[in-house]
């Protein structure tokens, strides 16, 4: 089954040390911004500064509202001072999911 649903999947990897301060913004920043109808936050254990967010939207609409909100950008400002390197954001769509039937 196809859902519509638009998404990410992002991989973020915090400067040294700075792994918890980006784990707890983007958190927060997700859940304030009411924007992502499903997500998951994801450490990777041997890496402690390095993250995955899954994040998806009702519908095409909602990303676009989202992508271009003043809050994104000022959450990507804030987040962009926390990394190492340029994150790696992939849009994706899922085709087989716990929520879909």
């Known amino acids: ?3 519509p649903q638009p998404g990410y999947v992002i991989k973020m990897v915090a400067k040294p040390g700075r792994g918890n301060d980006l784990r707890q913004l983007a958190t927060e920043y997700i859940k304030k911004s009411g924007a992502s109808d499903k997500w998951v936050m994801c450490s990777v254990p041997d890496e402690p500064d390095t993250m995955w967010a899954f994040e998806f ?3 095409e609409e909602a990303r ?3 992508e ?3 809050n994104a950008d000022t959450f990507r400002d804030a987040i962009m001072d926390l990394l190492s390197e340029a994150p790696l954001r992939v ?3 899922p085709h ?3 929520w879909l039937t």
């Open 96 to 98: 087989s999911a716990s």
């Open 57 to 59: 939207f009702t519908n």
């Open 1 to 3: 089954m196809t859902d």
């Open 64 to 66: 676009q509202r989202y």
């Open 91 to 93: 849009e994706v769509r």
């Open 68 to 70: 271009g909100s003043e």
